[in-house]
């Protein structure tokens, strides 16, 4: 396939050492050598390709040097896009970077949209559909586990166990189709319907295994959702503060402090956590607070832990033991605040309602117990946990869901083995099945659904 030429700045805006300006298509050698000098006085179109060459860009219209660079070279096919790349890397201003990128518009780029050298590299066949999401998994990684899973999937892995899948599909839609287009022979359609139903309990449970990644492949990737819930002026902000180490919640003396939730991201461990701090939950007139405290309750239910404050300097009220109720089915760790303060508290009550929940008990004033309280997280998560490295994850919302109804027609096509159903019935639950799955990799995927996957992306990537 022939583009135009791309592009665009790859580097993060603001100061820096160095900056790149990344070129991409059939233009981009041309464009170059009409800006570039070296002092050798070569052309690019005379270098080795895969070489990065000392020099100035110069504007071609005034003579006037814009620039000194140095600049990669790389011909077609081997690069990222599978095209002809050119990267400038300039002085790592704001004004240069602007500048260079100026230079090579007028020169005859394009401005690229964001993700178009990434698409680039898929629409040219050198990654598919899940290695391309991958790559902005690895640039929104924030924990060692979660690059690790991004750059497993980037390495192609899922690729290759979903295309092992298809291959499978595929070969018993073609004993189905040797079956339909010989309806006479009654002992094809007895081979046909063993053959196909193994290969499709197969199928399945590998969608299974993959599914049963997922939860911890999210994880992973989008962070445990952890709720910080409790009554009024237990130190519930205090915890948050103490857990990003900054102080993002405002803390005051005063009950009911915190009206609305705040979100923040922390690293515990290599557990990525999306914190969220609650207005403390109690029966109140205030209308603002009482708003605070209905969402307090909603954002309770979708949480993946909870952080249950209590005072030790206070006793349990019955507002505690209703909260107690509330989380009872759900993951929740104790922390038991203010030690530094006379213990009022019963911690054999506490520890009664509890069950089998972890007690940690906290003075967040004197920085106390936080440490037992990371790990107490760390350990909550890594129960029975396999390296993030190794393994197969499925940790993309997108590719989960496919999984999903994958999962739903390779059922139905069991199901209708099972009962006999005719098998030109059969192969379209199959046929259905192998197209579901060709989605996650961009085989079965449509202009609408790569624009707005790649529209996500950073701009120069
Ligand atoms: N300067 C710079 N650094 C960068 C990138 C880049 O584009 N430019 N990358 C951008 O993300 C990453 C590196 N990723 C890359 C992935 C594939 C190819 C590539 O040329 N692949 C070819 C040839 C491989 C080979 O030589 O064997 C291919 O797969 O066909 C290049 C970079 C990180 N660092
Ligand atoms: N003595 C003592 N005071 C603490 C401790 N942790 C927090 N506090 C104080 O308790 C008060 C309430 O703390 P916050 O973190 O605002 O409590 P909260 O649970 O977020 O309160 P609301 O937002 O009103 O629900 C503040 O004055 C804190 O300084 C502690 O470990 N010991
Ligand atoms: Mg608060």
């Excluded at 899922?158 to 040797?178: D, F, H, N, P, W």
């Excluded at 249950?308 to 009220?317: C, F, K, R």
């Excluded at 104790?334 to 309602?353: C, F, G, H, R, S």
Aim: with cysteine; proline share 3%.
């Amino acid at each position: 396939m022939e583009f135009d030429t791309i592009a665009a700045i790859s580097t993060p805006s603001g100061e820096g050492a160095i900056a790149i300006v990344r070129l991409s298509g059939p233009e981009a050698i041309p464009i170059a050598d009409k800006l570039f000098q070296a002092p050798s006085g070569k052309k690019l179109a005379e270098q080795v390709s895969h070489t990065i060459h000392y020099g100035h860009l110069v504007d071609p219209w005034t003579e006037e040097t814009v620039e000194e660079v140095m600049l990669s070279f790389m011909k077609a096919p081997k690069t990222f896009t599978r095209e002809d790349v050119i990267e400038i890397n300039c002085h790592g201003g704001i004004v240069s970077v602007n500048r260079v990128l100026a230079l090579v518009l007028r020169a005859g780029a394009r401005l690229a949209e964001p993700g178009e050298f990434t698409k680039r590299a898929f629409l040219n066949g050198r990654i598919d559909l899940s290695q391309a999401e991958a790559v902005m998994d690895l640039i929104r990684a924030k924990t060692d586990r979660a690059m690790d899973v991004a750059l497993n999937q980037m390495e192609g892995r899922l690729s290759k166990l979903i295309g092992t899948l298809r291959q499978a599909l595929l070969e018993s839609i073609a004993q189905m189709e040797v079956n339909i287009d010989y309806p006479e022979y009654d002992d094809v359609e007895e081979m046909t319907r063993p053959i196909m139903l193994e290969k499709s309990m197969w199928v399945r449970s590998e969608i299974d295994k993959l599914l049963q990644t997922s939860s911890q492949g999210k994880i992973l990737r989008e962070g445990l959702s952890t709720v910080i819930v409790g009554r009024p002026n237990v130190g519930k902000s205090s915890l948050l503060n103490s857990l990003v180490q900054e102080n993002k919640a405002i803390v005051t003396e005063i009950a009911g402090t915190t009206r609305d939730i705040i979100e923040e991201y922390v690293n515990v461990r290599g557990v990525p956590l999306r914190l969220v701090d609650t207005a403390g939950i109690r029966e109140t007139e205030d209308i603002v607070e009482r708003i605070g405290v209905e969402r307090s309750r909603k954002v309770l239910k979708e949480a993946d832990l909870i952080l249950y404050v209590l005072n030790y300097s206070e006793p349990l009220t019955a507002e505690d033991e209703r909260l107690f109720e509330a989380v009872k089915d759900m993951n929740y760790i104790v922390v038991i605040n203010k030690t530094d303060l006379p213990q009022k508290i019963d911690l054999e009550k506490v520890q009664a309602l509890a069950g089998s929940r972890l007690l940690v008990t906290t003075s967040l004033i004197e920085e106390e117990g936080i440490d037992q309280l990371e790990e107490a997280i760390a350990d909550l998560f890594f129960e029975g946990e396999i390296e993030a490295g190794d393994m197969t994850y499925v940790s993309n919302a997108r590719h989960i869901s496919l999984l999903h109804q994958a999962h739903q027609t390779i059922s139905d096509a069991i199901e209708a083995a099972e009962m006999e159903v005719p098998v030109d019935m059969i192969q379209i639950d199959v046929t259905r099945t192998w197209e579901i799955l060709g989605e996650i990799i961009g085989d079965t995927a449509d202009d609408g659904l790569l624009n707005q996957l790649f529209s996500q992306f950073c701009l120069g990537k």
